[in-house]
């Protein structure tokens, strides 16, 4: 398998090498060529598809690095101010032009003369977006585009006071690993404190934000903007019952699970009662784990961990290395979160995270890497839309890297000890988060079947979700006033709505690569290479078949993967 991460900058044919989106003005005439153009054979419109995609690149790479310079520094106005305008003046402006450049490849008559294979799924999106489209909801998504990232301006500027000295939500996080309890629970209300001051903005933000949205569901046609985003998000292969199916899955077979490891938590550390800020927290006389100091030392252990999985792999990152795409530590004014981003043009992705010398910071790192591998796997692809993969796919690229790499986390432990409790803190992880996407996923599902609500009636159904799906053996006593604004952590639902549950169905798919690599570890990273190159090619259960994997989400399908995990969880404990 012929494999290089020496990754080469798309060239340009169409567009000048050294043009730069500045202004609407200085854009629109390359689009007005491309809807003028006349179209007299299948290798002219063939031609055309490949100036529409360089266009596209072009512009999606500009929009691309003014989101990621932003939210490196939310405090420079500059940046919010190239970002917005990006939203505001030339977004809006781009949309009736894509909408006619979408509608001219329908039109076309030889259209119906492309390879069938290789275009169904962009044709099949491409026609979804012609019905879709409506002017009216040009300026609203402009607004929303805005609005969005205000989530990321508001939680930048959120830190605390630990030990008497300033550190963000992020940073003071490591302080509930540790086995002091009155330190842990000390943090713990700071944390959730500091959110409280914020709760009201995000309140209404998150109002502001429902009021636009179902808005633009009910231009378009639809009840509500649930129906309209499963279209949007190209949910083809599942609907709002499959989810509501996974819901029921995580309760009747993973919350039982998550119990058990509480509640082996709760023996361990020698308390009554399990307390949130007990979760993450190590028994007396053990130190909490301190894989990396620093976020060059952080890449330079993910560097060598890739290396054991697979030499391109570490290419990939010695690449983006080079190219300077990482911002990986944390620090005040950065937004919060991590991601990795595809650059259409530069084909390397840029890395985003908040390091804070934690474990869950080497997973959130392998996590990016193994989105990252995908964007360089499908960076040859013909087309920009070619690389617009699914993104139930996407998180199983970066979920199984999660898995593989536990094998070589050597190079982050050099002790027995921490290697195994390493790996335990994963598993316990990769069983726990279920029960949280399931209650994400389940509160924006009546959140936008209700959009008139009352923020007195979000509380009620936010509180009465999160009891649903919160372990029994953990204690939430005198902590409802917490409890009752939990979800404004999640940047998901202000920036990008409907987009979680993804992260259920994906690491279904990635147990199942893990499993597959556990048996035979050629043989998983040759079906993982090859279903990231597809990119968007393929359907979704294609995809997971290329994988070696099925796309179940029924209950007894995940009642098997999960029987999996506990018993490699109860071996390694």
Known sequence: MLLSADIKRTE??????????????????????????????????????????????????????RQIRMTCDTTDKELEEAFTYFCMEIQPRLQPYADKLNRKLIACSFSSELDKQKYFTYLRTVKKNIDLFREENIALQAELSVMQQQFAVVSGKMTVEVNGQEYTLQQASKFLESHDRKLRESVYRKIQERRLQDRKELHDLFTQLIERRHKVAVNAGFANYRDYKFVELSRFDYNKEDCYRFHEAVKLHVLPIVEKIYEQKRAKLGLDTLKPWDIDAQPEGTQPLNPFRTGTELLEKTKQCFEAIHPFFADCLRTMDRMKHFDLESRKGKAPGGYNCPL????????????????????????????????????????????????????????SMELFSMSHWQAFFSNDDELQRAKEHQLERVITIFPWIATIDKFQHWVYENPAHTIEERTAKWVEILNEFTPANVDTDGLQRYRETGWQRQLHLFEVPFYYIEYGIAQLGAIGLWMQYEQNRQLALTHYINALRLGGTKTLPELYEAAGLKFDLSPDYIKTLMEFVNREFEEIG
């Open 12 to 65: 340009r044919h169409f567009v000048p090498g050294d043009f730069k989106v500045t202004t609407w003005e200085g854009l629109e005439p390359y689009f007005r060529l491309l809807l003028d153009r006349p179209i007299s054979s299948p290798a002219d419109l063939e031609h055309w598809l490949k100036d529409v995609s360089e266009m596209e690149a072009v512009v999606s790479e500009d929009a691309c690095w």
């Open 344 to 399: 259409a043009e530069s084909g390397a992705p840029f890395i985003f995270m908040n390091a804070a010398g934690q474990m869950d910071d080497v997973i959130t790192m392998v996590h990016e890497g193994g989105h990252a591998i995908h964007s360089f796997l499908s960076h040859g692809l013909e087309l920009s839309a070619f690389k617009d993969y699914p993104m139930e796919i996407a998180e199983v690229a970066s979920m």
